[in-house]
């Protein structure tokens, strides 16, 4: 299949949208078509949006944050529900923003990094486990340093929670992701980066 990720920072405005799409001989059995969607304003959470679907599972789900008054509204749209939450933490992020959070903290081999996360309805602390570091063969780049890096997902996320996740980093400071592995019902999937396009 496909996927891109895209990242732009406009008058203060940072957005951050994921698009995932399985290829047609996948989708006769499995459709992935997924859409993600994070909005920071003045380095603070505002909104984001899911509109996943994942095979027989279906989500469309946004949730807002109001920084100002300490407060996020949780929609679930296929449910009908909204709910309020107070937010009681220093920060906290959605989960898409969570990720590119985690690539501005120090990150070493053998370490254990931490992210405040409103996700599902719910808070959690994330766990992210920096297992190793490793050399990596990536097209088009040819021969990476990397940090293997493995999250500990409490909730729904991007993918629906069925196993363990990880995701390689360039071992430097932009932090790239250049590989993603985890599992869905039907199998793995690996991620691998093919483009990389930065337009200042």
């Known amino acids: 299949g496909k996927a891109v990720l895209e ?7 940072f957005r951050i949208t994921s698009r995932v799409q399985s290829a047609p001989v996948v989708s006769a059995f499995y459709k992935v078509e997924d859409f993600a969607e994070s909005i920071v304003t003045n380095g603070l959470p ?3 949006r899911l509109k996943l ?3 027989s599972h279906t989500s469309d789900k946004e949730t807002v944050f109001d920084m100002g008054n300490r407060k996020i509204t ?15 933490n220093d920060s906290v992020w959605d989960i898409l923003y969570g990720f590119y959070f985690l690539r ?3 990150l070493d081999a053998g370490k254990t990094a931490y992210v405040d996360i ?3 309805n719910k808070f959690f602390r994330a766990e992210v486990n920096i297992l190793r570091k490793e050399m990596l063969q990536i097209s088009g780049l040819g021969e990476v340093s990397t940090l293997v890096i493995k999250p500990e997902l409490k909730s729904e996320g991007l993918f629906k929670k069925t196993g363990d ?5 360039t071992d430097d400071d932009r932090k790239i992701p250049v590989r993603v592995e985890t ?12 483009r990389i396009e930065i337009i200042d």
């Open 183 to 194: 599992k869905i019902p039907v199998g793995n999937v690996v991620a691998e980066l093919k």
């Open 7 to 13: 990242a732009e920072n406009k008058n203060g405005i």
């Open 104 to 106: 501005t903290l120090k």
């Open 53 to 55: 679907q994942e095979g």
């Open 118 to 120: 409103f996700d599902s």
């Open 46 to 48: 505002f909104k984001l």
């Open 74 to 88: 949780f929609i679930n749209y296929l449910k009908g529900k909204k709910k309020e939450h107070d937010i009681r």
């Open 165 to 169: 996740i990880f995701i390689w980093l």
